[in-house]
Structures are given as structure tokens and as C-alpha cells.
T-cell receptor, first 113, second 113 residues
Framework: DAGITQSPRHKVTETGTPVTLRCHQTENHRYMYWYRQDPGHGLRLIHYSYGVKDTDKGEVSDGYSVSRSKTEDFLLTLESATSSQTSVYFC????????????FGQGTRLTVV | DQQVKQNSPSLSVQEGRISILNCDYTNSMFDYFLWYKKYPAEGPTFLISISSIKDKNEDGRFTVFLNKSAKHLSLHIVPSQPGDSAVYFCAASDDNTGNQFYFGTGTSLTVIP
């Protein structure tokens, strides 16, 4: 199993509060991703990183920011959580070579009340 | 717009029979396709992939078929086992988009003993 750890695994937060989710990898992979999974939508890309301090937006990036100060850590921040951000969040990694699969973490279930 | 589509939300199959899961895509630039399996409360795990230069890839009980002209791929599981019951996601990537993966909405497979 790829060494990916997401924390926390579960979180309940109130609307309007900031939330940070952490993804930590031990594989030294170049690319890291944050996805959200929602019923009827599958997995949608929020943001991704292709190196330290190099990040880009995915298809559902509004309301989210990310940071990558070290190869092994990729943080996802909800600056002011909304109920529409209640979801399961997955971190994924790839080495960045062509035609390679992504490895996923166990997920973080976030509930915004 | 969903670039990768799985039009069957669910599928039930008897143990020992063949399971066929289907996936369609719209972006002709996609050149690498993957299938992931997901159990509840776990992250997706990679199952099998296929490059656009091939039309078939086989790994044990799992075979993926790619029809580029129809922009269609399918996953065959033979014989199906109860442990195969899970949600299956197809995904696609395009080398020009920085290792981004686009996922379908998933098909929930139930294998009946």
C-alpha cells in the first residue's frame, strides 16, 4: 500500500469556520491531489500540486485553497466552511510519469453544520 | 460537463457469472484509462488500466476493453465473486493536462452469492 495518511479522518465543523485537512505521503511522489466525492458526481478534482509550492486549480476549486511547503505534505483549507462543502475528501499521489495510476488515501469525512 | 460517464449507477450479478461495467468519455485527447474499486469507508484502489494504443488489457479475472472510435471502455470481471461487490469508478487522463485524472460517477456492483 502506498504510504498516504489523511488527517483527520472525520470532522464536524460549523458553517463559517476555517478547516484544514492534511495529506502526508512517504513515497516522495511529485504529484499530489485533493478530490471530493459526492453522490451522483463521482470524484472531482479540487486542486493539485506538481511540486513544492507549485499548485493549480481543478474543476471545483472555489472556496478551497491549498499549500505544499514540503514534498510530503499537501494541505487543503476551507477558509469559511459552507454546508455545500460537506463531503468525503480524498488525497491522491502519483510519481508524475506518463501513464501511471494514482494512489489514494483513506479519506476524510467532513460535515459542515 | 462530465467528461467521463458511467450511465449505470448499479449492477447486480450472480456469483460465477460475468460482470460488465461500462464507461463512456467525450474528450478525444484522453490517452490513458483506469478502473478503480472502492469499498465503503475506504479510499479507491487501482484495479487495471489501459493505454490508448491498446484495445484490451487483461489481469487475472479482470479485463478492460477500449473502443476509441466509440469513446467507450468496459470492465469485464469473470467469474464474479461476492468480494467484488464494491463501487467501480472509471477514470481517464490526458498527458497534456498535467497528470489530471477525470472520474466517472461510479457503478455499484453487487455480486449475489
Amino acid at each position: 500500500d502506498a504510504g498516504i495518511t489523511q488527517s483527520p479522518r472525520h470532522k464536524v465543523t460549523e458553517t463559517g469556520t476555517p478547516v484544514t485537512l492534511r495529506c502526508h505521503q512517504t513515497e516522495n511522489h511529485r504529484y499530489m491531489y485533493w478530490y471530493r466525492q459526492d453522490p451522483g458526481h463521482g470524484l472531482r478534482l479540487i486542486h493539485y500540486s506538481y511540486g513544492v509550492k507549485d499548485t493549480d486549480k481543478g474543476e471545483v476549486s472555489d472556496g478551497y485553497s491549498v499549500s505544499r511547503s514540503k514534498t510530503e505534505d499537501f494541505l487543503l483549507t476551507l477558509e469559511s466552511a459552507t454546508s455545500s462543502q460537506t463531503s468525503v475528501y480524498f488525497c491522491a499521489i502519483t510519481p508524475g510519469q506518463l501513464n501511471t495510476e494514482a494512489f489514494f488515501g483513506q479519506g476524510t469525512r467532513l460535515t459542515v453544520v | 460537463d462530465q467528461q467521463v460517464k458511467q450511465n449505470s449507477p448499479s449492477l447486480s450479478v450472480q456469483e460465477g457469472r460475468i460482470s460488465i461495467l461500462n464507461c463512456d468519455y467525450t474528450n478525444s485527447m484522453f490517452d490513458y484509462f483506469l478502473w478503480y474499486k472502492k469499498y465503503p469507508a475506504e479510499g479507491p484502489t487501482f484495479l487495471i488500466s489501459i493505454s490508448s494504443i491498446k484495445d484490451k488489457n487483461e489481469d487475472g479475472r479482470f479485463t478492460v476493453f477500449l473502443n476509441k472510435s466509440a469513446k467507450h471502455l468496459s470492465l469485464h470481471i469473470v467469474p464474479s465473486q461476492p468480494g467484488d461487490s464494491a463501487v467501480y469508478f472509471c477514470a481517464a487522463s490526458d498527458d497534456n493536462t498535467g497528470n489530471q485524472f477525470y472520474f466517472g460517477t461510479g457503478t455499484s456492483l453487487t455480486v449475489i452469492p
